[in-house]
């Protein structure tokens, strides 16, 4: 009886990481751009004059974002420019979008699934935004 649980757990366990490495993201999410008083669970909206950036700070973290290990561009375009940056063990995806408008860069890193990341699209974004500044 403990065996069959104990299968059966594991046998949820592959499928579950199969789904969440296979699942469609959701498109709207590749191109949503919210406002800076956006509020939301799992991840971080970030909203910075680029008058305290250097210059091309957009290319440049775009640039940054995409050497990020782990870490796939979707499309080519930067309004905005989409990523996705998965787990190490389970692969759960984190979308980021990258944009500028009204003189400020943008940046919104979240989760696809669940409801908290603990803190890790906040130190992603914290990451690159150190590298901007240090001049990459």
């Known amino acids: ?5 104990i299968l ?8 579950a990481g199969v789904w969440v490495r296979l699942a469609p993201l959701p498109q709207g999410r590749l191109t949503a751009k ?6 939301l669970t ?5 909203v910075v004059p680029l ?7 957009l290319d440049k973290l775009i640039a940054i974002a995409a050497a990020t290990p782990r870490t796939e561009r ?12 998965r787990s190490k063990l389970w692969a759960f995806p ?7 408008a009204d003189g400020n860069l943008h940046v919104y890193s979240h989760l696809v699934f669940g409801k908290g990341d603990m803190g890790v699209n906040a130190a992603k974004v914290s ?9 990459a």
């Open 1 to 5: 009886m403990a065996l069959r649980i």
């Open 8 to 15: 059966g757990l594991v046998l949820l366990l592959v499928i």
């Open 34 to 39: 919210p406002g800076p008083a956006y509020k």
């Open 42 to 46: 799992g991840g971080i909206k970030l």
């Open 51 to 57: 008058a305290d950036l250097p210059e091309d700070a």
């Open 74 to 85: 979707l499309g080519e375009g930067t309004d905005p420019a989409a990523f996705v940056t």
């Open 94 to 100: 984190d979308i980021a979008t990258l944009w500028v």
């Open 127 to 135: 990451r690159w935004m150190e590298t901007l500044e240090a001049g």
